[in-house]
DNA sequence: TTGTAAGCGTTATCAC
DNA sequence: GTGATAACGCTTACAA
């Protein structure tokens, strides 16, 4: 209203809507419309808020654009960890195919605690994302009963079992342990181990051992399992396996460890001290192919899961058009190099 | 003002701020300043306020907050990749910091590219984030205008120059080739070369090539610089340049490489063949100490540049008290190992 | 195709 | 210490 002084106290003097609308001779909701459903505005006006848009350097307000309608163009998601290479990958195909869109990426880190991932929940919602993104279906009691109540879609990263509500996005852990058992003990090895992930809370990397584990007995071999210290530096739990479990009076002929910088750890450690021992890691990480020798493992579809998590979300979103099918168990690929 | 039918068309029958204050008896006023300046409410309010919120899963509604008050508790990023491992320790460190205070991540890759970058500044503006966040000092002509108007505080990481308006976190990469060159001249090679990196837009990098080229005419020695082909994949332009490099009738006996990745590619590719060349990496990357033999590397504060760059902009913010002593200039160590 | 009016859920302001 | 009231800048609902 007091058009001639308009600098109360909050976004003092600053260019809005109306500012624009004025400019362009037209109403507020000519403008936003513009922005949002450009074709019910004829091509004059359109051409004359372009200009005015230009010339005043108008950034929409996209917060309250999600005030009004209740849904902001942002989409939260909690991994365990951003710097790892596992799910560096992920993040970014998340990322990019979000943005591709016109959506925003709100983005936290878990450590694999759960108690750290239902406070980034929680503070996420508060944003009103348009979807929220979790990893694994490892939750507090109190994550899984806001992703109960919420409304808006949850999705699921990095796992897959039939019975779960959210969507998932991923692979069986389970079956990854199989198809290393299976793989190994094709290759003619007998004595074999599985090397846990140091890292505590990491869940889906039990999964994977229980797999390889009840495998190995179906086929009729006693399974080893190493646990390195908690919480220690993977490269070195790698070493520190390595060594244990050559040090044993029958020492394995093949080691699964529980990802790849495990398994690169006790590559150098058996290298350096001339152990022979196969070695099959997990991940995929950019370095395997660099190893000498260079380091077997099986690949996870991380780039694809993030691809896929943003294409659900758009799809529920109505964003996109929803797909007629939506395969969303995904395939690890054996990587079968020098290692084992 | 009808409470008995509050449903009107959005939020229908969401719990409120308003919710909260009538089941606890209060006005909404209080319920908000038991959330931002508890000690402003009085201790049996605020226990009546508590049960009530935790009784009624109350979230509060962070949008909402963000309009009524112009600023947000989110911080906007814009990184040339995510995936990539020398980011993303930079932004683990980055959205960790904020997280401990109460600040989330808003997070966006602009692959080297200045329109990338442009486009994601103009998005993030929207949401009116608390500060921003920036990679480099390279951007548009409006990236630069966006941030000259713009009245929150802009920080640049991952560089540092004398001249600029913008707080800087980071290092000289000029600075770091000089060290690469005097390094490897100091060890007694004499026939040097640096290969570039195939990601185009990398301009750092290039400064990286031009302290050391500069450096070592300095000292006498000719520098020899190699550049791969545009975008391709830098652990094959690796392997390719060290190929190329070896073919020639003197061949270096240092090589300098923009990145770790390229050096390993390198690495490996000399030592597939047999030849012996020294290698220099940058990066630090996880697997520099993986490698047979060992990378030796120069190691960017990619963590600290991060946790830095949260500190400051939590300091601008008034979150954290001013540091007496703004150190904004980090150093890079020179990790020798057993390549170079 | 365009406009008017009424919120969205919170915080700033000012009064008590 | 507490509250009434008016924004914040936009979109929904409805009308023209």
Chains 1, 2 share one sequence.
Request: some cysteine; aromatic content about 8%.
């Amino acid at each position: 209203m007091s058009e001639d002084k308009p600098r109360k106290r909050r976004g003092a003097g600053r260019v809005t809507l109306n500012t624009v609308a004025r400019q362009a001779g037209v109403s507020a909701i000519t403008v936003s419309r513009y922005f949002n459903q450009p074709e019910q505005v004829s091509p004059e006006r359109r051409e004359r808020i372009a200009e005015v848009v230009a010339e005043l350097g108008y950034v929409p307000n996209l917060v309250a654009g999600g005030l009004a309608s209740a849904r902001g163009r942002i989409v939260a998601m909690v991994i365990p960890n951003i710097s790892g290479p596992i799910f560096a990958n992920t993040i970014q195909g998340f990322s990019d195919t979000l943005s591709r869109h016109g959506y925003q990426l709100l983005l936290a880190s878990s450590y694999f605690s759960a108690e750290q991932e239902e406070s980034a929940v929680r503070a996420f919602l508060g944003w009103s994302p348009a979807a929220l993104v979790l990893t694994s279906r490892f939750h507090s009691a109190g994550t899984e009963k806001m992703i109960a109540e919420t409304e808006i879609p949850v999705v699921e990263t990095w796992d897959y079992v039939p019975e779960r509500a959210p969507v998932q996005i991923g692979f069986s852990h389970y079956d990854v342990g199989v198809t290393a058992a299976r793989y190994l003990h094709g290759k003619g090895y007998r004595r074999m181990a599985f090397v846990q992930n140091s890292a505590t809370g990491d869940f889906s990397a039990l999964e994977r051992g229980d797999g390889f584990a009840a495998t190995l007995i179906e086929l009729g071999v006693q399974p080893r399992v190493f646990v390195p210290d908690a919480d220690s530096a993977p490269f070195e739990a790698g070493k520190q396996a390595m060594q244990a479990l050559m040090n044993h009076a029958t020492p394995p002929d093949a080691i699964f460890f529980a990802n790849d910088t495990l398994a690169a750890g006790g590559l150098l450690a058996g290298q350096r001290s001339g152990l022979k021992c196969a070695v099959l890691g997990f991940g995929d990480y950019p370095f395997a192919e660099m190893l000498l020798p260079s380091l077997s493992t099986i690949k996870p579809p991380a780039l694809e899961i993030g691809v896929l998590a943003a294409t659900r979300v758009l799809e529920s979103l109505g964003v996109l058009p929803d797909a007629v099918q939506r395969l969303n168990l995904l395939d690890c690929r054996l990587i079968e190099r020098e290692s084992a």
